[in-house]
T-cell receptor, first 115, second 114 residues
Framework: EAQVTQNPRYLITVTGKKLTVTCSQNMNHEYMSWYRQDPGLGLRQIYYSMNVEVTDKGDVPEGYKVSRKEKRNFPLILESPSPNQTSLYFC??????????????FGDGTRLSIL | AQSVTQLDSHVSVSEGTPVLLRCNYSSSYSPSLFWYVQHPNKGLQLLLKYTSAATLVKGINGFEAEFKKSETSFHLTKPSAHMSDAAEYFCVVSDRTSYQKVTFGTGTKLQVIP
């Protein structure tokens, strides 16, 4: 089954403790992206990747890191999480490189709470 | 630069009546436009997309949207609401040629009253 898999689905942690949210897709997609969803703000793009070793900032990259060493994986790293990063996070992928006309496939989300 | 404005944060309709969710966009290039639906505690599912072919786009579950360039709008409609349509809906714009950024609207929550 074609899917985008995020782990963990839920995480409660404390300020300053490094964490990684993994994202993996099995559709051989070039494009992958991370979003955060906050009430009243919709989804905001954190980082995206056009292909392996190619990443770029979205609208809200501060406090986050990403890497794309393999085509299928796109982890989101919070080196020193803070309470304002408490949010619902989505990973997404798309089959088309360089074209904006393909829809994205979304994971089920990761709910992070930073205390 | 690009932006999306969803004109209503909440819409309430009775079951069996028409649905209209409004979306206006701003883009300096030829955009691709999408509508996604998010049911509670779920990820996002594509409803439909516009990518420069027919301006009237049909999607899943009886939804459709019309691209109006002169009005920079991409409103989502359905002739008859069903209880299962209760969800949050997002209008999305991306650059059709470069796909470098994707911008979401802030969402419209649809309530369907029995």
């Amino acid at each position: 089954e074609a899917q985008v898999t995020q782990n963990p689905r839920y995480l409660i942690t404390v300020t300053g403790k490094k964490l990684t949210v993994t994202c993996s897709q099995n559709m051989n997609h070039e494009y992958m992206s991370w979003y955060r969803q906050d009430p009243g703000l919709g989804l905001r793009q954190i980082y995206y990747s056009m292909n392996v070793e190619v990443t770029d900032k979205g609208d809200v990259p501060e406090g986050y890191k990403v890497s794309r060493k393999e085509k299928r994986n796109f982890p989101l790293i919070l080196e020193s999480p803070s309470p304002n990063q408490t949010s619902l996070y989505f990973c997404a992928s798309s089959p088309t490189l360089g074209q904006g006309n393909q829809p994205q496939h979304f994971g089920d989300g990761t709910r992070l709470s930073i205390l | 630069a690009q932006s999306v404005t969803q004109l209503d944060s909440h819409v309430s309709v009775s079951e069996g009546t028409p649905v209209l969710l409004r979306c206006n966009y701003s883009s300096s290039y030829s955009p691709s436009l999408f509508w996604y639906v998010q049911h509670p505690n779920k990820g996002l599912q594509l409803l439909l997309k516009y990518t420069s072919a027919a301006t009237l786009v049909k999607g899943i579950n009886g939804f459709e949207a019309e691209f109006k360039k002169s009005e920079t709008s991409f409103h989502l409609t359905k002739p008859s609401a069903h209880m299962s349509d209760a969800a949050e809906y997002f209008c999305v714009v991306s650059d059709r040629t470069s796909y470098q950024k994707v911008t979401f609207g802030t969402g419209t929550k649809l309530q369907v009253i029995p």
